[in-house]
């Protein structure tokens, strides 16, 4: 198992607003691991699987993604499902961080095999709180060695 200090988190989050807080609430919550924040579906899953402008990049081998479901171009909904169905990927932890509570849409990522699945509250100060505490949650969690 890794140390969860090397995992890098891949922010995958289209509101400016919602990215600034998830990074500064996690780094509230101590986490210091590098951040890479993507703005949109299709280059989520170009930074993953290296197409588009990151052919030839080397993604970090200990990656955990923080998706959002409500994305341009691509959805959470197929980044995840492209994620969770291809060998090289599909052992990368998924965290979907959203704004809906809908029960079909929780049980859809699950079905598609996010790991976790957390709930946007719409009070700024309960929003805090809940990425605080991801980060405490992400501060214990086992990573499992790619390859």
């Known amino acids: 198992m890794s140390s969860p200090d090397s995992v890098t988190i891949l922010l995958v989050e289209d509101d400016p607003g919602h990215a600034r807080l998830i990074e500064k609430n996690l780094r509230r919550g101590r986490i210091t691991n590098e951040l890479i924040i993507i703005r949109d579906g299709k280059e989520a ?3 993953l699987f290296g197409e588009g402008k990151y052919v030839g990049f080397q993604r970090p081998s200990q990656l955990l993604v923080l998706l959002d479901l409500n994305l341009p171009v691509k959805d959470g909904f197929q980044v995840l499902q492209r ?3 291809d060998d090289k ?3 990368i ?8 509570d809908d029960n079909r849409e929780v049980l859809r990522c699950y ?19 809940a990425i605080k505490n991801l980060g405490l949650f992400l501060s214990v ?3 499992p060695n790619e390859g």
């Open 89 to 91: 990927t599909k052992l």
């Open 83 to 85: 994620l969770k169905s």
């Open 45 to 47: 899953e170009d930074y």
């Open 141 to 143: 969690v086992s990573w």
């Open 111 to 129: 079905e598609l095999g996010c790991n976790v699945f957390i709930t946007k509250p719409v009070d700024y100060q309960k929003f805090c709180d």
């Open 93 to 100: 932890p998924v965290v979907v961080v959203t704004s809906t």
